[in-house]
């Protein structure tokens, strides 16, 4: 296989996965276009101050690199080119995209509010410091794991 059938096959995957998977997801959700975003219906210039979509998507796409989009294919590839393939493709459109795509759908509908303000709202001061300390421990342990696994692999 060329490495130009494999961005083909890939590029197809993901226009199916956008498309259907996609529009699954949204029905799922019951988004509306006609709703505005926390965006434009909070906008006070500071907080709220609605993005350009070329900025938008490049925040997006930078926030997404984290350990499984980096750390699976590089495991994966041990086994050779394949199943790092499969990796990419499988993990970015039913594990990634799905995440990402969940945490915006839970933002918009909060106002705009992060995780952390969600579970302090829902579980109460004591969940939000939990989860917190979870989180930068999580953190450090990804990276720690990250670093281990890179340097291992090469």
């Given at each position: 296989?060329t490495?130009?059938?494999?961005?083909?096959i890939?590029?197809?995957?993901f226009?199916?996965?956008?498309?259907f998977?996609?529009?699954?997801?949204?029905?799922?959700?019951?988004l509306?276009?006609?709703n505005?975003?926390?965006?434009?219906?909070?906008?006070?210039?500071?907080?709220?101050?609605?993005?350009?979509l070329?900025?938008i998507?490049?925040?997006h796409?930078?926030?997404?690199?984290?350990?499984?989009?980096?750390?699976g294919?590089?495991?994966?590839?041990?086994?050779?080119?394949?199943?790092?393939?499969?990796?990419i493709?499988?993990?970015?459109?039913f594990?990634?995209?799905?995440?990402?795509?969940?945490?915006?759908?839970?933002?918009?509908r909060?106002?705009?509010?992060?995780?952390?303000?969600?579970?302090?709202?829902?579980i109460?001061?004591?969940?939000?410091?939990?989860?917190?300390?979870?989180?930068?421990?999580a953190?450090?342990?990804v990276?720690a794991?990250f670093?281990?696994?890179v340097a291992k692999?090469?």
């Open positions: 296989m490495v130009s059938g494999l961005i083909g890939g590029i197809v995957i226009l199916g996965a956008y498309i998977y996609g529009r699954y997801l949204t029905q799922y959700f019951r509306d276009d006609s505005e975003t926390p965006a434009h219906r909070l906008r006070d210039g500071v907080d709220y101050v609605p993005g350009r070329s900025v998507m490049g925040h796409f930078a926030s997404i690199a984290g350990a499984g989009p980096i750390v294919p590089v495991l994966a590839v041990k086994y050779g080119w394949l199943p790092a393939f499969i990796w493709l499988v993990g970015c459109v594990v990634g995209a799905v995440h990402d795509f969940t945490s915006l759908v839970a933002s918009l909060h106002d705009g509010r992060s995780i952390g303000e969600l579970v302090e709202r829902f109460g001061r004591r969940g939000k410091l939990l989860f917190a300390g979870f989180t930068f421990f953190l450090i342990l990276v794991v670093a281990n696994v692999t090469f």
